[in-house]
């Protein structure tokens, strides 16, 4: 039976997500604080297969170079943000003070729509808005998906960032994300779970 497991790491404590069966695992967003993710991992005796991206700031991707190199474990990324993994002003991390927050060039490109990576099938869904390349992941077997920055407990993603747009963003939520069942969970890139549902009816950026 697959996990998932959400772990906040990073200087904004965003929330890398590990989703695992059999002692393979796929890790979303290492957005920093490798020893921590390492220590979980290792406790559980599980190798990474695939590291994935729902967008390329720098709070997202700070331990993606070190989770690459313990486990040879490919980077997959929207193509529109391939290069803001090495430019520190694209990625955010230039305008905030916290050193220049880099990764090298991603090894594959998402396509869009159904994607297998070993054990673990998922869709790839295209949700920008908060940035150009924002994706989500949507494992139906496992009514769980994950959002990024797009869409969070009661809130959305903010769109005052380089290639953000609150119009773009909502028609994303609204078409992409908004359509699954009312019990989807939503785990999202900073703070608590929420079910599609509930966002639908009560977040108050939405209605």
Known sequence: MKKITRLPLGPIATNAYIIH???KALVVDPGGDF?????YLQE???DVIAVLLTHAHFDHIGAVDAVRDAYEAPVYIHEKEAEWLGDPQKNGSALFGLGQITARPADYYFELGEMQIGDFPFEVRHTP???????SFV?????LTIAGDTLFQRGIGRTDLPGGSREVLEKSIR???FPLRNDMRIFPGHGQPTTIGEEREENPFLN
Request: aromatic fraction near 4%; charged fraction near 30%; glycine fraction near 8%.
């Open 21 to 23: 069966e059999n002692h």
């Open 35 to 39: 020893e921590k993710l390492q220590n």
């Open 44 to 46: 559980r005796e599980l």
């Open 129 to 135: 808005g908060h940035s150009p390349g924002s994706v």
């Open 139 to 143: 494992f139906r077997n496992q009514r």
């Open 175 to 177: 078409e992409q994300l």
